[in-house]
């Protein structure tokens, strides 16, 4: 059974920062590029970050860059996404998902264009004043 649990969300003040997994099972991780989702009250779900399966190469939301960073763990299966200098606009349920042999220097169109092949249930994360 395919599985990606994310986890690590909470509330947290202004400025402050988080630590989200996304942990995987059921699939040949090391295949599959992660990429991390939001989707905020009342607003579209949006890509935020991406780490390609075999070059590593990495896509970031521009409204992120440089406050998030997506890794991943090979051998143990789970890819993170440390978020800092936390805003108000981050506030979201985050979801990880999978695509199986994507790379993110191949992209020819907005990143959003393309689809995953597995979800997780999402973690809730709370930015407050």
């Known amino acids: 059974e395919v599985q990606l649990q994310a986890s690590g969300g909470g509330l947290v003040q202004a400025g402050g920062s988080l630590r989200l997994s996304c942990a995987a099972s059921?699939?040949?991780?090391?295949?599959?590029?992660v990429a991390w989702y939001r989707q905020g009250p009342g607003e579209p779900r949006e890509g935020v970050a991406c780490?390609?399966?075999?070059?590593?190469?990495?896509y970031y939301l521009d409204s992120v860059k440089g406050r998030f960073t997506i890794s991943r763990d090979r051998a143990k299966n789970t890819a993170y996404l440390q978020v800092n200098s936390l805003k108000r606009e981050d506030t979201a349920v985050y979801y990880c998902?999978?695509?199986?042999?994507?790379?993110?220097?191949?992209?020819?169109?907005?990143?959003?264009?393309?689809?995953?092949?597995?979800w997780g249930l999402g973690t809730q994360v709370t930015v407050s004043s």
């Open positions: 998902a999978a695509r199986r042999n994507f790379t993110v220097a191949t992209m020819t169109r907005p990143f959003d264009y393309y689809s995953m092949d597995y």
């Open positions: 059921g699939f040949t991780f090391e295949d599959y590029a």
């Open positions: 780490i390609s399966s075999a070059d590593g190469t990495i």
